[in-house]
């Protein structure tokens, strides 16, 4: 998995690399990325009842499913 944000994926890795590496796009933006991404982490300032302070909020592209591949052993 690469993780970076959107521009910079495209300027300096879309060239080098094929799509055989599931991308991590970091986008703090309620719009989606303008780039192919699996996963989409869209802000690192999350609040939820169920952690003291602020978490990331990462959204999947894609079906449960799909989402089983990336679990490890």
Do not use: M
Request: aromatic residues 20%.
């Amino acid at each position: 998995i690469i993780y970076c944000e959107c521009a910079y994926y495209n300027e300096f890795l879309k060239a080098h690399l094929n799509n055989d590496h599931p991308l991590w796009i970091s986008s703090f933006s309620k719009y989606k990325p303008r780039c192919g991404y699996t996963f989409w982490q869209q802000t690192d300032q999350f609040k939820h009842n169920a952690f003291p302070g602020t978490v990331d909020f990462n959204i999947f592209n894609g079906v449960v499913k799909d989402l089983d591949q990336y679990i490890l052993p």
